[in-house]
């Protein structure tokens, strides 16, 4: 089976080459660097040239698009998340692919049943979540008059070495601490590891009883703050100690840095249920935090 993946050069899409020998075919931007197996473009959008880029393809791994930023606006990211999505949706299925596999966000869960005005956020959400949704409405539709085969992945917040936002800042602090301040922190939240989403991917454009599914992607365990910090720790090599900081004290300190936001998502509750994983595709991650985090110390060396 020949499988087409986008976004290639990201985080997530790095991790494809590193976590299994198997070929595919990558989209890339015309800016990098070619190979035989890579589908040049310039940009992803409506406007986007699929000529040639589904020969020999039976399903697709969708990660490219627009990740948080401040620097995007709401028509760029319905540009590209969701028009870019479905125009290539559309070419795939006019070309015969089976299969589409969209990454979506586990963040939908919260405004998927919003009143949302013509793809304009208007319950407060950012607009990179709204393009979320409307993308997963948008392909729903594609996969109905098409029949190209659906499967929606929402994965919870991703870690690994080179991991953006939240958990790039968090390994940075864990780096930098000699003591860590998240002792009195007894949270539950989940994670998956960049590893594993990858390993659950390939199973979602391969299983036969993955389509039409929207999964909720995680290591199918929870844990604290404490927990997962002291992890990223035992990862890099570092000794660490866990120091019990009340937390009005911690979210004192995080207003002092701007850090406010950050330190609220990772204090709050987020368990997910993903028994879905194991119950319909018989997947169970195959690396612990433990393990996944070592590849933190090895992208050093």
């Known amino acids: ?90 070419k795939a299925a006019r070309a015969g692919v089976k299969r589409f596999v969209f990454v979506s966000s586990i963040l939908v869960n919260n405004i998927e049943n919003s009143m949302l005005q013509e793809g304009i956020d208007a319950h407060g959400n950012s607009p ?17 008059k ?58 979602c454009a ?6 039409g599914r929207t999964f909720l992607a995680s290591d199918c365990r929870t844990v604290s703050m404490k927990e997962f910090t002291t992890a990223i720790a035992h990862g890099l090599n570092k000794s660490t100690f866990q120091v019990s900081i009340p937390v009005f004290i911690l979210r004192k300190l995080a207003q002092i840095f701007g850090k406010s936001n950050m330190l609220e998502q990772l204090l709050m509750d987020f368990e997910i249920d993903s028994s879905d994983l194991y119950n319909v595709l018989g997947w169970k991650p195959p690396y612990t935090m433990e393990q996944a985090m070592a590849s933190l110390s090895e992208s050093k060396k």
């Open 146 to 203: 098409t029949g190209m085969e659906l499967v929606i992945v929402r994965p919870a917040l991703v870690y690994g070495a080179g991991a953006p936002a939240n958990f790039g800042s968090l390994t940075r602090l864990v780096k930098l601490l000699p003591l860590l301040p998240f002792g009195a922190i007894s949270n539950k939240r989940s994670f998956i590891a960049v590893q594993n989403l990858s390993d659950l991917l390939l199973q």
């Open 128 to 144: 990179y979540i709204t393009s979320k949704l409307l993308a997963e409405r948008g392909l729903k539709e594609v996969s109905l």
């Open 206 to 211: 391969t299983h036969s009883s993955a389509s």
């Open 1 to 90: 089976m020949s499988i087409l993946i986008t976004g290639s050069s990201g985080f997530i899409g790095r991790s494809f080459a590193s976590c299994t020998d198997k070929k595919f075919k990558y989209v890339v931007r015309s800016n990098q660097k070619n190979n035989s197996n890579n589908f040049l473009i310039e940009n992803l959008d409506r406007f986007t040239s699929w000529e040639g880029a589904f020969d020999g393809v039976d399903s697709i791994i969708h990660l490219a698009g627009l990740v948080h930023s401040k620097s995007f606006s709401e028509q760029d990211y319905l540009d590209v998340n969701v028009e870019g999505s479905l125009h290539l949706a559309r």
